[in-house]
Nanobody
Framework: VQLVESGGGLVQTGGSLRLSCAAS????????MAWYRQAPGKQRELVAA???????NYADSVKGRFTISRDNAKKTVVLQMNNLKPEDTATYYC?????WGQGTQVTVSS
């Protein structure tokens, strides 16, 4: 079982990035797919989550700027991040079925 993330990078304040995570080796429905992030010196925090039925949950700090979506057939989850701020700088992790992705760095310059 493996989660492979892509899409991180360096962007200026107000810019956008799109993170993708693909699961392999998983059979059956994945109930919850989520993105977490961890900034240096801080605890890992939930950014957004989406259920197999399409219900979503967002951290207050990203509401209105980030959108999480999923493709159940392809077992992928996408995090569209708009209007990025320096405080969004962190390593972002995909999370499914108690499995973590390797993390992808997002850096927002001021």
């Amino acid at each position: 079982v493996q989660l492979v993330e892509s899409g991180g990078g360096l962007v200026q304040t107000g810019g956008s990035l799109r993170l993708s995570c693909a699961a392999s080796g998983i059979i059956g429905v994945i109930n919850v797919m989520a993105w977490y992030r961890q900034a240096p010196g801080k605890q890992r925090e939930l950014v957004a989550a989406v259920t197999s039925g399409g219900n979503t949950n967002y951290a207050d700090s990203v509401k209105g700027r980030f959108t999480i979506s999923r493709d159940n057939a392809k077992k992928t989850v996408v995090l569209q991040m708009n209007n990025l701020k320096p405080e969004d700088t962190a390593t972002y992790y995909c999370y499914m079925l108690s499995i973590w992705g390797q993390g992808t760095q997002v850096t927002v310059s001021s």
